[in-house]
């Protein structure tokens, strides 16, 4: 097809729908037609309540604000998810948005911890975390970067439905047509196979020139009307299942995600303003869904205020998330489990790149190209960031924790990992989400330590040493003082 792109039409009105909608709407508003298609009656998968930190970068270009944000989706704010037992059972660490300390001119921050700890002082690379300082004492308060402190930053916890619903609005005035009905069939050009219009079930037709597939895991366009594979790697993800319930507001809303480790995978807890968001993400070679459901239920604090939600998922992604003139969004575009909370980080990713590659004057087959080049790319650092939880795992209590500390890894993580264990250097890809604190802090929290101090932290007089480590403290220690308690902060914003 070659003819310009003159209608957008979204189908899906879950998290990826309405921010596809908003983000294309603010830009492209005046240029092109918006129509997104969503049927109430299917709704929404109804889960996804916790951000990183990108969420405020997509905030501001939508040009929404923060307090009334946090007001309208019943947010708190998020330092870091606190993994419990993912190293050996009774571990325990942040994964922190921050960073650590101050990198020096030619050396990261955490290799001068190693020194000091390969020389016997008794050092943790949180000691110079401000984000896990503030996290362990329930505080929080937004801090502008100084140059003697560690850099501060937070996502959010909030309401999937409410952000929806949020964005639903600013797109909507923005000039976004939005219909309620059923997508019961896809019209294909016989030439081209582009889609040229979907069939509701009201009995109307809406043609269009580009069609944004966020239709969920149903994934109607890419791979029911054009077939597109998809590629599974849960050969190195084994769970497959979740089941979502909330329950009453915790005592202590603390500032950052709970992921706790069982033999069958993993329980999150989030803290929202006014209700809790619980979740069990399991193997079903390991635990039945009966018995699932009542290990949640058994480790939730306070009573539960909805019914067990369900879930099915196969963690992987789409061979061509943009295929002729269709880009999936979300997870019709593929699912990574939400140990880090990234799915709504890769829906902003996606659009951000579509707007970037935005067929105005046809669609071009070397960007499609590119924009499913840079799609694989971005998925496949975070999936080894998760998979390396997993597999650095030194529990015993079942086969899901035996197979992945034994399983074979991708390549880029394999290098990763032996390239941290023989010298402590941690890698970012140029347009990875997770930097290198990231990586630190979780092979650092699951157990991994390098062999060798980097020669330019070796190089370092003892006593300048010293005397850097206990400046970091004291200039964080100033600021944490000053900080109030979380759930104070979110008092004030009213
Ligand atoms: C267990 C679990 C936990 C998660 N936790 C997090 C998290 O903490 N953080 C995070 O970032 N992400 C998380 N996610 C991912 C997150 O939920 C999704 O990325 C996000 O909600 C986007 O979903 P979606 O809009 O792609 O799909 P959905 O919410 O499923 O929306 C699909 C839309 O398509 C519409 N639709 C489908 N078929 C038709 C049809 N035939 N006609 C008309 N309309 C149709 C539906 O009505 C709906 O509006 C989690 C996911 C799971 C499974």
Not at 68 to 79: D, E, G, P
Not at 391 to 417: F, G, K, T, V
């Amino acid at each position: 097809m070659n003819r310009p792109v003159e209608k957008v039409v979204i189908l899906g009105g879950g998290t990826a729908g309405w921010i596809a909608a908003a983000m294309i709407a603010r830009e492209l508003g005046r240029g092109v037609d918006i129509t997104l298609i969503e049927s109430k009656r299917l709704g929404t998968i109804g889960v996804g309540e916790a951000t990183v930190p990108t969420i405020k970068t997509l905030n501001a270009g939508l040009g929404l604000d923060e307090k009334a944000f946090i007001k309208a989706v019943n947010a708190t704010f998020k330092l870091g998810i606190r993994f419990e037992g993912w190293g050996a059972p009774d571990s325990d660490y942040i994964h922190t948005f921050g960073t650590l300390g101050q990198d020096q001119p030619f050396c990261p921050f955490h290799h001068y911890v190693f020194r000091a700890r390969a020389e016997g002082r008794d050092v943790s690379l949180w000691d110079y975390s401000l984000n896990f300082q503030a996290a362990t004492r329930n505080r929080f308060a937004p801090m502008k970067p100084h140059p003697d402190l560690p850099r501060f930053d937070y996502a959010y916890h909030f309401d999937a439905g409410a952000y929806a619903a949020h964005l639903e609005k600013d797109a909507v005035r923005r000039g976004v047509r939005h219909i309620d009905a059923l997508v019961e069939d896809v019209t294909l050009n016989p030439e081209s196979g582009f889609v040229e219009e979907l069939v509701l079930d009201n009995g109307t037709t809406v043609p269009g020139d580009l069609f944004v597939d966020c239709s969920g895991f149903r994934a109607l366009l890419i791979e029911k009307a054009l077939d597109v594979g998809y590629v599974d790697w849960d050969h190195w993800l084994p769970c497959d299942r979740a089941i979502a319930v909330q329950s009453e507001k915790l005592r202590t809303l603390h500032p950052y995600t709970r992921s706790i480790a069982r033999p069958c995978g993993w329980q999150w807890r989030i803290p929202l303003q006014t209700r809790t968001g619980n979740g069990l993400v399991y193997s079903s070679r390991e635990i039945d869904d009966d018995d699932a459901e009542r290990l949640l239920l058994e480790n939730i604090e306070g009573a539960p205020t909805t019914e067990p939600n369900r879930l099915r998922f196969r963690v992987g992604v789409r061979e061509r998330p943009w295929c002729r003139n269709v880009v999936a969004i979300g997870l019709a575009g593929g699912f990574l489990e939400p140990l880090e909370s990234t799915s709504i980080h890769l829906i902003h990713t996606g659009v951000m790149r579509l707007l970037w590659c935005f067929p105005h004057q046809g669609v071009s087959p070397h960007e499609i190209d590119e924009y499913n080049r840079q799609v694989r790319d971005e998925w496949a650092w975070v999936r080894d960031f998760i998979i390396a939880h997993y597999h650095l795992n030194r529990r015993d209590d079942s086969e899901l924790w035996r197979h992945c500390a034994a399983m074979d890894l991708p390549d880029s993580l394999r290098h990763r990992i032996a390239l941290y264990r023989d010298t402590g250097k941690a890698l970012k890809a140029c347009e990875e989400l997770f930097g290198i604190p990231s990586w630190v802090q979780m092979f650092e929290g699951q157990g991994l330590s390098p062999r060798q101090v980097h020669p330019v932290a070796a190089a370092l007089p003892a006593e300048e040493l010293d005397a850097m480590l206990a400046r970091i403290r004291h200039h964080i220690a100033g600021p944490l003082a000053a900080m109030p308690e979380h759930e104070a902060f979110l008092g004030m914003l009213g």
